[in-house]
C-alpha cells in the first residue's frame, strides 16, 4: 500500500523560531500533498494543498507568510512554521493520494508532527 | 450547512456486538467516500474506501452508501477493544478536495 512518511514526529521549539516538517511519498508519486493541523480532540483541518512546481494553495484564514509551504519534487513536500508562537503548537499532519491526484483515490497519511512552542 | 456531519458520540458498544456508525454529506456530486480510524495522538488510517452504492464488506468491515438518501455508514462486526477509537467519513468535495466530518468517538466495552 501506499506509504507516506513525516519527519519530525515530535519537535520542541522556542517562540520566534521556524520549523520544517517534511513529508514524502515513498512508493509512489504525489503531484499534490494535503497539509491539516488538528488541534486536541477537534477534527482535522485542512490548511493547504501543495502542488508539484507551482504555488501551493491555502484555505481560508490560514497564512501564507506564516506557513510556507514548498513541493520540490514528486515525492516531497515541506512545511516550514516561521516565527512559530505557543498558538502554532498542534498536530500537524500530511497527506498524498495515489493516482496523481485521481478523485477516486483516497489519501494516505504521515504518523503527523506533534509541534510544541514554548 | 455542514459538508460531511457525524455524531460525535460517545458510541458505547459492548464487545463482540455491531457497532454502527452513520455519516451525511450535502454534495450531491460527491463520487468517493472513505473511512478512515484515529487513535488517540495518532494520525488517520484508511479503513475503506466505497464509491458504489451498496454494500462494500471488508473483514469486520462493511461500508454501506447510498447516495440517493447522501448517506454512509460503517458497520464493524464483532467489535473488539482495539477497535476503540475515533472513526472519520470522509467525501470528495469540490476541488477534489476530501472533505473530513467531525469523527465519531466509539468505545467497545470490555
Known amino acids: 500500500g501506499a506509504v507516506v512518511s513525516q519527519h519530525p514526529s515530535r519537535v520542541i521549539c522556542k517562540s520566534g523560531t521556524s520549523v520544517k516538517i517534511e513529508c514524502r511519498s515513498l512508493?509512489?508519486?504525489?503531484?499534490?500533498m494535503f497539509w491539516y493541523r488538528q488541534f486536541p480532540k477537534q477534527s482535522l483541518m485542512l490548511m493547504a494543498t501543495?502542488?508539484?512546481?507551482?504555488?501551493?494553495?491555502?484555505e481560508q484564514g490560514v497564512e501564507k507568510d506564516k506557513f510556507l509551504i514548498n513541493h520540490a519534487s514528486l515525492t516531497l513536500s515541506t512545511l516550514t512554521v516561521t516565527s512559530a508562537h505557543p498558538e502554532d503548537s498542534s498536530f500537524y499532519i500530511c497527506?498524498?493520494?495515489?493516482?496523481?491526484?485521481?478523485?477516486?483515490?483516497?489519501?494516505?497519511f504521515g504518523n503527523g508532527t506533534r509541534l510544541t512552542v514554548t | 450547512q455542514k459538508e460531511v456531519e457525524q455524531n460525535s458520540g460517545p458510541l458505547s458498544v459492548p464487545e463482540g456486538a455491531i457497532a454502527s456508525l452513520n455519516c451525511t454529506y450535502s454534495?450531491?456530486?460527491?463520487?468517493?467516500f472513505f473511512w478512515y480510524r484515529q487513535y488517540s495522538g495518532k494520525s488517520p488510517e484508511l479503513i475503506m474506501s466505497?464509491?458504489?452504492?451498496g454494500d462494500k464488506e471488508d473483514g469486520r468491515f462493511t461500508a454501506q452508501l447510498n447516495k440517493a438518501s447522501q448517506y454512509v455508514s460503517l458497520l464493524i462486526r464483532d467489535s473488539q477493544p482495539s477497535d476503540s477509537a475515533t472513526y472519520l467519513c470522509?467525501?470528495?468535495?469540490?476541488?477534489?478536495?476530501?472533505?473530513f466530518g467531525k469523527g465519531t468517538r466509539l468505545h467497545i466495552l470490555p
Open positions: 512508493d509512489f508519486q504525489a503531484t499534490t
Open positions: 466505497i464509491y458504489s452504492n
Open positions: 501543495s502542488n508539484e512546481g507551482s504555488k501551493a494553495t491555502y
Open positions: 454534495d450531491r456530486g460527491s463520487q468517493s
Open positions: 470522509a467525501v470528495n468535495g469540490r476541488d477534489d478536495k476530501i472533505i
Open positions: 497527506s498524498a493520494r495515489e493516482g496523481q491526484g485521481s478523485v477516486w483515490a483516497p489519501l494516505h
